[in-house]
C-alpha cells in the first residue's frame, strides 16, 4: 500500500511539483476531488473534453448553423444577440413551474434515449470522415506524413484536435488509399462541411477544374506512370535526360503559387515516388533538379503547373555546379 497523502501534500504536489505539460494533471485531480476521492475514466474524459475549446468551437458551429436555426424556425427559441451577433438562445415561453419543468426534461430525456437507440453509435459519423470508418493506422500514417500539422491552415495537432479526412469523399467515389486522406484541423474540417459560404467546399470542387485544349488536362491514361487522387507523374515528352518526369496536378492551374496546399502535398508525395522509382530502374542516376517554370519569364511553355523532376549522372555535364541557377547560363556557376 502506498502511503496515504495529506491535504497539504497534496497542495504541495499541486503547487510545487506537478510537472505539466498539458492542463490534464490538474483537471483530473480536480474531478477526483469533486468526486469524493475517485471518478471513472469516462468522467475525467469528460472533464477534460469541457475544456477542449477545439470540441466547444466545433459544437457552436453546430448550435447556430444547425440546431439552432431549427428551433428559432418553428418559434420554440429565440435567439439572443449582442451587436447582431448570436450568443445565446432563449426558450420562447412563460415562466415554467418545477412541476413542468421536470415533465419537459423527462420528455427530452426520452427522445434522446429513443434516437439514440433506434440510431446507435452512428448519430456520431459527422465526426469522422464522411464515410465513417478511419482506421487506426491510416490514421496514424496520415497524420505522420503531415508532421502532425494540419494540411490546411498548418496548426499544429498540439493546439487543435487534427481530424484524418477523405480528399474525395466516399460518397463521391473516393477510395481508401493513403493519398485520399489528408489530416485537418477541427476548424478547417468544420468549415469545410457545415458553412454555406464554404470555401473548401469550392476546393472540392475545383479539384475537377479541367481546361479544354489543355495537353495536361488530357493526358492518355497510358502516359501516365504514377497517380494519386490530385496529380499525375508522365515522362517529358521531349527529356532533358533520361527518365525526366513531370508532376502535374490534375486540376488545372496555370500558376505553381495558386496551388492548394493539399495539392502540394499531393504533388511531393509524387515526386517521391517517382524518384524512388527512377533510382529503383537506373542505378546510374546519381542526382536530381526539381523544377518549376513559373510564368512566361520564368520559361514556362506550358501554362498548367507542373514540377520537372530531372535525373542526374556523374559527368552527363562538363560542369554541373550551379544547376538551377544555369536558368540564367551565365550565372550558373559561382
Ligand atoms: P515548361 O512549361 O517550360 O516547364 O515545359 C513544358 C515541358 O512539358 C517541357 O519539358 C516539354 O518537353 C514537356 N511537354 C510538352 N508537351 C508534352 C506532352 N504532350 N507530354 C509530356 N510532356 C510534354
Ligand atoms: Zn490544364
Known amino acids: 500500500m502506498i502511503p496515504k497523502l495529506t491535504a497539504d501534500q497534496l497542495k504541495d504536489f499541486i503547487s510545487q511539483r506537478m510537472r ?17 476521492g475517485e471518478a471513472s475514466v469516462e ?21 447556430k448553423n444547425m440546431v439552432g436555426k431549427v428551433l428559432a424556425n418553428n418559434g420554440v427559441v429565440e ?41 446507435g453509435a452512428s448519430i456520431w459519423g459527422h465526426r469522422g470522415p464522411d464515410s465513417g470508418y478511419v482506421s487506426g493506422s491510416i490514421r496514424y500514417q496520415v497524420l505522420k506524413r503531415a508532421s502532425y500539422r494540419c ?35 477541427m476548424t478547417c474540417n468544420t468549415n469545410k462541411r ?26 492518355g491514361a497510358g502516359r501516365i506512370t504514377g497517380e494519386n487522387e490530385l496529380c499525375v507523374a508522365v515522362k517529358d515528352a521531349f527529356p532533358v535526360t533520361e527518365h525526366h518526369t513531370l508532376v502535374i496536378p490534375k486540376r ?20 517521391h515516388q517517382q524518384r524512388q522509382n527512377i533510382m529503383d530502374k537506373d542505378e546510374t542516376v546519381t542526382g536530381f533538379n526539381v523544377g518549376i517554370n513559373a510564368g512566361k519569364s520564368a520559361g514556362q511553355t506550358v501554362f498548367h503547373v507542373h514540377v520537372h523532376l530531372i535525373p542526374r549522372r556523374d559527368g552527363d555535364v562538363a560542369k554541373p555546379r550551379g544547376g538551377v541557377r544555369g536558368v540564367i547560363p551565365t550565372r550558373q556557376s559561382y
Open 20 to 36: 505539466m505539460s498539458h492542463i490534464y494533471q490538474p483537471v483530473m485531480l480536480k474531478t477526483l476531488i469533486d468526486n469524493d
Open 79 to 119: 435567439p439572443v444577440k449582442t451587436r447582431n451577433k448570436i450568443v445565446g438562445y432563449r426558450l420562447n415561453t412563460d415562466d415554467l413551474t418545477e412541476p413542468q419543468r421536470a415533465a419537459l426534461t423527462a420528455l427530452c430525456d426520452h427522445s434522446i434515449e429513443d434516437y439514440i437507440s433506434k440510431r
Open 194 to 219: 457545415d458553412t454555406d459560404d464554404t470555401d473548401f467546399r469550392g476546393v472540392l470542387d475545383s479539384y475537377n477544374d479541367r481546361e479544354d485544349g489543355c495537353i495536361f488536362c488530357d493526358l
Open 43 to 63: 468522467d475525467v474524459s469528460k472533464a477534460l473534453l469541457s475544456y477542449d475549446q477545439s470540441q466547444v468551437e466545433y459544437y457552436s458551429l453546430r448550435t
Open 252 to 271: 488545372h492551374v496555370v500558376d505553381y503559387f495558386d496551388l492548394y496546399q493539399t495539392e502540394r502535398n499531393a504533388i511531393d508525395a509524387m515526386l
Open 151 to 185: 494540411e490546411l491552415c498548418g496548426a499544429h495537432e498540439d493546439q487543435i484536435a487534427l481530424h484524418v479526412d477523405h480528399i474525395i469523399p466516399r460518397v463521391k467515389g473516393g477510395p481508401d488509399d493513403l493519398s485520399n486522406f489528408q489530416a485537418l484541423c
